[in-house]
């Protein structure tokens, strides 16, 4: 019987060592890898954030809402956030949601490079960052050889589709009208006819 609970957190915990070994010469500690739908976050790390016992430990979240994009860069989130585990353990942190210059440096030592825009030519360090993964650089390649060895079984978040429809059709069906005299507005389905209370203008369609 298949068990996706089993599936997916193997999966993770075995890229999280893997990478662990090839990138980060084995120095990171353990931490607890989590899925969590943070709106707006690919992923985040959250330094000692669970206590069992005596022992604190670090967070690495993954939003399963973004998993449609591939195991390649699913793993490079990950990655992306063992780097800031990194810092925490071996660097000095920045402000709360930072990305400093540290990071950075260790992000494209590790075959990752950041940018603001998830793209070539975007910032590299600021409060919102992402990355695109450096063609022929460390992650993917120990990605590659990842992949090569182990099924990547992340479940994706289906509704996470069907909401993103919904909500591009509910924009889709939202037109503004405004009205050329006092720019009052208003909001209706394309192709509609309005006269503007006020100044009995016909209200204009924007684009």
């Known amino acids: ?10 999966t993770l ?23 969590q739908r943070h709106k707006g976050a690919l992923g985040y790390f959250a330094a000692e954030r669970f206590k069992g016992g005596e022992h604190t430990t670090d967070e690495i979240a993954l939003n ?3 998993f449609e994009r591939g195991a390649a860069r699913v793993l490079g989130t990950l990655a992306h956030e ?3 585990l990194w810092q925490k353990h071996f660097g000095k942190m920045p402000r709360k949601g930072y ?10 030592q ?28 460390p992650f993917a390649i120990a990605c590659a050889a990842f992949l090569a060895q182990n099924e990547a079984l992340l479940y994706q978040d289906q509704w996470a589709g069907v909401e993103k ?13 405004t009205c050329p005299s006092c720019d009052a507005n ?5 192709c509609s006819s309005f006269i503007c209370g006020n100044c009995e203008e016909t209200m204009e369609e924007q684009e």
């Open 99 to 108: 990305h400093d210059k540290q990071w950075a440096q260790k992000m494209e």
């Open 186 to 190: 208003c909001w209706a389905k394309p």
């Open 165 to 177: 429809i919904a909500k591009a059709r509910s924009a889709a069906s939202k037109t503004k009208y």
């Open 110 to 137: 590790i075959g990752l490079v950041p940018s603001d825009t998830a793209a070539p030519g975007g910032k590299k360090t600021g409060q919102k960052m992402s990355h695109y993964i450096a063609e022929g650089g």
């Open 13 to 35: 915990n075995k890229a999280y060592e893997f990478f662990n070994r090839e990138l980060f010469a084995g120095q990171l500690p353990y931490c607890l890898i989590t899925l």
């Open 64 to 66: 399963p809402n973004h």
């Open 1 to 10: 019987m298949t068990n996706p609970t089993k599936q997916s957190y193997d």
């Open 82 to 84: 063992m780097a800031h």
